[in-house]
């Protein structure tokens, strides 16, 4: 119960700490999780392109678009995997001197990487650099200072060990304003088509069997990500008793997304209630009526 429970808080600190990308920003981005393996990933506006495979110590590419960059640098290949092999013995090594920082010699324990840059436009950039053990905040970087940013007290210790004279936290502040920006630059380039593919989602509302009652209105296999969905009743938009839940990836590179709205049932047979759908591959807003009856389904898909 205890390890399900760390890899709960993993799971919570990448959702709660991703960068995403909204309209005009592009975002090169890496996560790195040392649990029980090593596994790396790196995204470009929030979809993955390449992973990390400890186990054959090899980078696999998860995108067509990422095959490109072997045209211009026949060394990629070689180069990022050396990159990724050696930032799993960094995670290995470092990881004991973490768990000495909270005077711990065993358990399951994580250690997590997750940095990278923003480009929004030609000049506006941002990079960011932190790390987190098991779940939570560990040390960051200010950008600004070249300085890591101690989240608690056992990484105070942590950074006086790892980075005594801050050789790293400048070396990384170079990279982030620099290399990721150019970088990112060059994958939008290979990825321009995938990046800039509008596909219309499926959409469905319904009743749920709960209580107190729900109506779930569901978007998927929509793309780009950034997607909005609201509620109405009798024309007039609906604020309270609204969960809007996060948008999540599918395995064909589209997105799915969520809005719960807990309404008593006899509000639902005195009033019309719909959901209303936003997104950039849309002419207009899709408009979905909640059924009377739990057992009705309301659905739009794209014929």
């Known amino acids: 119960m205890e390890d399900s429970s760390r890899i709960l808080k993993v799971l ?10 909204s309209a005009g920003i592009h975002t090169l981005q890496y996560l790195y999780t040392a649990l029980i393996n090593f596994s790396p990933v790196g995204l470009v506006d929030g979809e993955q392109f390449v992973s990390y495979d400890s186990n054959i110590k090899k980078l696999i590419p998860k995108t067509e678009w990422i095959k490109k960059v072997k045209a211009d640098d026949p060394r990629y290949w070689e180069r990022e995997t050396d990159r990724a092999h050696d930032q799993q013995e960094f995670f290995q090594n470092n990881l004991a001197t973490v768990m000495q920082s909270f005077n711990q010699t065993e358990g399951v324990h994580t250690l997590q990487r997750m ?17 987190g053990y098991d779940g939570e905040d560990f ?33 990384w502040k170079d990279f982030l304003q620099n290399d990721c920006i150019d970088w990112l630059k060059k994958y939008v380039s290979y990825a321009r088509e995938t990046l800039e593919r509008k596909v219309r989602p499926e959409a469905s509302v319904f009743q749920k069997h709960s209580t107190p ?3 779930v209105c569901h978007a998927t296999g929509f793309f780009p990500k950034a997607l909005n ?20 990836p599918n395995h064909d590179g589209s997105f799915q997304k969520r809005s719960i709205l807990t309404v008593p049932a006899e509000e639902l047979q005195k ?5 209303v759908i936003q997104h ?8 979905l009526e909640v059924p009377k009856s739990s057992v009705k389904l309301q659905i739009y898909s794209e014929s």
């Open 271 to 275: 009033h019309t209630y719909t959901c």
């Open 115 to 131: 940095y990278g840059c923003e480009r929004n436009g030609e000049n506006t950039t941002r990079g960011y650099d932190q790390y």
């Open 229 to 248: 969905i609201t509620w109405q009743k009798d024309g007039e938009e609906v604020h309270e008793n609204v969960e809007l839940r996060e948008t999540l």
């Open 280 to 287: 950039s591959s849309l002419e207009k807003e899709l408009v």
């Open 139 to 171: 040390i960051s970087l200010n950008l600004k200072t070249a300085t890591w940013t101690a989240a608690k007290r056992q990484a105070v210790i942590f950074i006086n060990n790892w980075d005594p004279r801050g050789e790293k936290a400048k070396y």
């Open 12 to 21: 919570l600190f990448l959702t709660f700490s991703v960068h995403l990308s």
């Open 213 to 215: 009652p729900e109506v």
